[in-house]
DNA sequence: TAGCTAATGTTATTTACTTCACATAATATA
DNA sequence: TATATTATGTGAAGTAAATAACATTAGCTA
């Protein structure tokens, strides 16, 4: 097998891919080609046999790919053919949301621990869970083996957060905060701000708008 | 002016950088080189010059940029030196979150509409918005000039939502459902998928351990 | 005012990613 | 069984983006 680095590019088409197959598969389709999957969530269909050619041959010939097969490799290959027990720090709107998110729950992920330091927030539930002060944080990990952090604080709490997750053996955080966090090299870290993508919008809305003028 | 194809990931830092500024803004100072920008949010100092460039000369060679000036610029850049009128769609728990979002407003952006087509949701407050049924839309549309949407719906719904967001004008669509959406042409939109970088994560654990093996 | 230092703006280089094009292989058909 | 058709897998070509390198210019110092 190769062990050409992967393009973070891929990886994410695999993420699409892989839900497109899901799709497929509730609605009872069995065979997909290239072309189609390309369709469906809107690449070209040389980027899609592209994407799957660093990970292995996975279609016949003059046929196209088994979907079952196809999605439990896409599956497989990011990490999802296992449970993963996440913790969260951040009780307010957004975690809750988050918390209650059905589509981590369809991607093989849980909730088990959600922390706050606001006095108001410990001891309330969301979900099944108790909201629990950040000393709980520890045990918590222990106890579910927990490898994946998420951030869903105030912008100003969220490096401190951070280095707290890291020191209780967070391998990986997940920040929604808006503030590039500064953390060692070992630890993986992705951003998701909801507003980056607005402002995309905004940009080509002006673009397109000096264009007509 | 240049007027080159501005790379998407470059729109995207300069949403990071303007960010920053008005961080070391707040903060007082006057004065910043492009290195220490590029440390701030964690690109090369080549970086951030090349990605300025695309849209002019801001700086003072042997001295760096002016604070004030350089956020000012990049936020006219991305269309944010003025206000923007936003609606949504779907009034669950992340539909509440984004509402009550704070990131939005410091940006700029005001959400004056909310709409959901579940009757029990319908009528309920949100900060100081009535959700509202989805006949309204052309109304607020009009009466607020609002020319992008946000989806909050649950995926099997956001298809429908964003044809007939088009219907009533938008122009531009932020798309929280984890469904590639088939939309004309002309219309800008941009997709957060919340499990996607998750997955990203999963993926690089993964690839780490097999690599310890 | 001449020389030194610092940091921009920009060209050249390198690297990374995507698309193209086609050889290969599987199935269907006559 | 030969032929036509379809769609994969992949090397080559093309495009785009990031990095490096440097010429330029502002400000400082003696």
Redesign the interface.
Known sequence: MKTLRVP?AT??R???Y???LERLDRNGVSSVSSGEIAD???VSPAQVRKDLAYFGEFGTRGVGYNVKDLMRYTLK????DRH?N?ILVGA???G???C?????NM?G?SIVGVFDNDLTKIGKRINDLEVLPMESMPEIVKDHNV??GIIAT?TRAAQEVADYMIKCGM????NFA?L?LNLPEHV?V?????????????????FKSAQNV
């Open positions: 973070e990886v994410t695999l993420s699409i892989s839900r497109y469906g969530v809107g290959i990011l990490g999802l993963w996440l307010g709107n957004l809750y949301a988050l209650t998110y059905r589509g981590f991607r992920f490898r994946i105030p391998q990986a955080i997940l808006p590039p993986e992705r951003n998701v701000d909801l507003s980056v993508k607005l402002e995309i919008l905004t940009f080509n809305l002006g």
